[in-house]
């Protein structure tokens, strides 16, 4: 699909730098939210996660997302790709499973965001926290219905605000270094299942969302040449952003059964002080804005394009008239994350880890379909490597995928089954309402 009609001399398109910077927000953000790996699976292997994971899971499939991204720049990305290679049923679990994972997170990062800012408030309870973090959406709705430019903007001031005290705590946290932070490598008297399920379970919410911005394909400048420059820059960006940090901290400040959601704080008053502290507070406060911001961005584009095919409700590809964007889209998106809102994390994780392998899955199958279905289809970007290449991107996620579904404790298990469930659930019902 194009960006043809009347409403796309509006758009604004994002360059490069833009690019980057969202995708790291909605991909990474900042170290916040690997702590309580430490304790689960213990400090050595968790550094040997955060390094070993990646080439397992986001490398093939930010590979898979630059080569199908440089064949088909399309809005809907993976969903439109999915339905190319497997059909229209295919094709819409994509599409649903996607758009309501992110209802999963939406609100939470909203919530995680009030939770830091009433350390600084604490008359912020209640009632209160609700309004602030509804506000919040509201706010980062505007600037989503605004165009991607104006996201990419706010992304890269968000992101330079969470660097900063970040390498600050990274590069005194080395100097400082006083313990072996691989050890020990895992937690003693723990089952192995918690040290490698619920670790990889983590792990591979960490590394995910590299096929998630071919979602706005459309509104990138030169997309066939932005994706892989982009991906590039941001996968080893990711590595860095993760691993430095959790090295630092357990290097100078040690105590891995201490670490916990928000430890990152701790760990930096332990290094540099109260004013180190009170900076990595203030960058996680940040990087659930910068979450929130990217995830809208991305997730909305799912409901507009299949919309655009006739899965959902035409309204939904209204455009606004000045900045081409798909605002009512976004607006009902941002409206669920708003109900949604009163929810933190939590277990939602492994809820939400379900439905991401699933539609990376779809992603990476299509890849190696559409290279026998299409092989004319012109590709400014191939995997490199030919059959073992492509193999390798294909096989590596699937079987991570499966590990950690496998490894999934009872909550996930029922929790994911059934939002899994839907998707072909609501297919049935709207193929039966269009027949």
Not at 102 to 123: K, Q
Not at 208 to 236: I, K
């Amino acid at each position: 699909m194009t960006l043809s009609n009347g409403n796309a001399s509006a758009l604004r398109k994002a360059g490069l730098l833009s690019l980057v910077f969202v995708m790291f927000s909605y991909t990474t953000g900042g170290p916040f939210g690997l702590e309580d790996m430490v304790t689960t699976s213990g400090p050595g292997m968790t550094l040997i996660f955060l390094l070993v994971l990646p080439f397992f899971w986001c490398v093939p499939v930010s590979l898979v997302a630059a080569e199908l991204t440089t064949a088909m720049p399309v809005e809907g990305g993976f969903y439109r790709w999915t339905r190319a290679a497997f059909g229209d049923f295919w094709g819409f679990l994509a599409g649903w499973w996607n758009w309501s994972a992110s209802f999963l997170l939406g609100g939470a990062y909203a919530v995680l965001f009030t939770d830091y800012l009433a350390a600084f408030f604490p008359s912020i309870g209640g009632w209160k926290h609700y309004v602030v973090s509804v506000g919040l959406i509201a706010l980062i709705t505007w600037v989503n219905v605004r165009g991607i430019r104006m996201v990419g903007k706010v992304a890269t001031a968000l992101e330079v605000c969470i660097f900063l005290p970040v390498i600050v705590m990274v590069a005194m946290g080395l100097v400082h270094w006083r313990h072996n932070p691989f050890l020990p490598l895992t937690p003693p008297h723990q089952p192995t299942f918690k040290i490698f399920g619920v670790g990889l379970a983590l792990g591979l919410w960490l590394y995910s969302g590299y096929e998630q911005l071919s979602s706005v394909a459309e509104e990138v400048e030169n997309p066939q040449r932005a994706y892989p420059r982009a991906l590039g820059l941001v996968v080893p960006l990711s590595i860095a952003a993760y691993f430095l940090p959790t090295l630092a901290g357990l290097a100078s400040a040690g105590e891995w059964q201490n670490w916990h959601t928000g430890y990152f704080s701790d760990a930096a008053k332990i290094i540099g002080g109260a004013w180190l502290g009170m900076g990595m507070t203030l960058a996680a406060m940040i990087c659930n804005v910068a979450l929130l911001n990217s995830t809208v961005l991305t997730a909305t584009r799912m409901p507009f394009a299949m919309a655009e095919d006739g899965y959902l409700p035409a309204a939904l590809t209204r455009k606004h008239s000045r900045y081409g964007t798909p605002w009512l889209a976004i607006v009902v998106s941002a409206t669920i994350y708003a109900l949604l809102a009163w929810q933190s994390l939590g277990q939602l994780i492994s809820v939400y880890i379900w439905l991401r392998s699933a539609t990376t899955v779809l992603t990476v199958l299509s890849a190696r379909k559409l290279r026998r279905t299409r092989p004319g289809m012109p590709r400014a970007f191939v995997i490199p490597g030919g059959r073992v290449g492509l193999l390798y991107v294909v096989g590596a996620p699937v079987v991570m995928a499966c590990v950690a579904l496998l490894g999934s404790d009872r909550f996930a298990l029922v929790g994911g089954a059934i939002a899994m469930a839907l998707g072909p659930l609501t297919y049935g019902v709207i193929a039966w309402k269009r027949s």
